[in-house]
């Protein structure tokens, strides 16, 4: 099948018109997406496998035949099939809301996926990614995509206290920062669906060398997590693809690993940081000097 480009179509249609083709256990994922079950978008390839009774591999197999590559693909156009094109661009938001209200819903929906990401949070793991970030020798940061700038942040923030660490948001430098890595060192990697490819590559690649893996991401089941020894839960109940709230848990998790290593050496945090700020001021005075 060619990828559909329309953005307004009826997956459900696609799906019966291929009926009559699939095999046996595709037959079975087929019929769990036709009984239009609450929360389907939100699920994983994982979760659609065991709720459907099939292996993974047969739910990978039944996207196939329909014409798409990777369980992402047939995901986004599903999603475009079952939301209005405005819940395309945030979820319970509709054409005749005001501006006002507007900007309330998406507040609402930050807000509310910091709350979920804090009841998930287990604080066991935390205080591991606490423990593996501070022995580390190196500290080598991924993601990509909309998680690229989360990764940013986490090293704007831990480079601040002398960890250590560099970032990485491009594919081949992260294969290649990671064939470099030895047991002593930790990989951090944020992905929210944990099923991205590149991410993927680089984890297993770095889990090969020895080192220890810290995973941030919205899927527990994901594979992602199999590379992982520690895993930080950012929950967001977008029925989107590219989320946005869950980069607000994203940057919430990364503020609090800060605070809490900062925390393990306060006078040595705020002695380091000091020295940045005179650092800034004395630029800026030097600057203005110059002009």
């Not at 995901?75 to 099939?81: A, E, Q």
């Not at 700038?149 to 206290?161: Q, T």
Request: proline share 2%; aromatic share 8%.
């Amino acid at each position: 099948m060619a990828q559909i480009e329309s953005s307004v179509f009826d997956m459900g249609s696609v799906i019966r018109g291929y009926y009559p083709s699939f095999t046996p256990s595709e037959k079975k994922v087929a019929d769990f997406f036709l009984e239009d079950n609450p929360g389907i978008i939100r699920m994983t390839l994982a979760d659609v496998a065991a709720e459907s009774g099939v292996s993974d591999a047969s739910v990978l197999r039944f996207c196939r035949s329909l014409g798409y590559k990777r369980w992402l693909e047939f995901k986004i156009d599903l999603t475009r099939s079952l939301h209005r094109p405005s819940e395309q661009i945030l979820d319970e938001v509709n054409e005749k809301d005001s501006p006002g209200v507007l900007a309330k819903k998406v507040f609402q929906n930050s807000i509310q996926a910091i709350m979920d990401t804090r009841a998930v949070l287990d604080e066991e793991q935390f205080e591991r990614a606490i423990e593996l970030i501070s022995g580390a020798e190196k500290i080598l940061i991924i993601g990509v995509g909309t998680s690229g700038p989360i990764a940013h942040e986490m090293y704007n923030r831990f480079f601040r206290l002398g960890l250590n660490c560099k970032v990485q948001t491009d594919s081949y430098l992260q294969m290649m920062e990671s064939a470099l890595l030895s047991s002593r060192d930790l990989v951090i990697v944020i992905s929210q669906t944990g099923d991205s490819t590149d991410p993927l590559k680089t984890t297993a690649l770095a889990k090969s060398r020895g080192c220890c893996v810290i995973a941030i991401t919205g899927n527990s089941g994901s594979k992602l997590t199999d590379f992982a020894d520690v895993v930080l839960l950012s929950v967001s109940h977008e029925n989107r693809i590219e989320t946005i709230a869950s980069r607000i848990a994203q940057y919430a998790l990364t503020h609090a690993l800060f605070i809490g290593l900062a925390m393990r050496n306060i006078s040595e945090a705020v002695e380091k940081d000091q020295i940045i700020w005179d650092a800034i001021m004395e630029r800026n005075f030097f600057q203005g000097n110059i002009q």
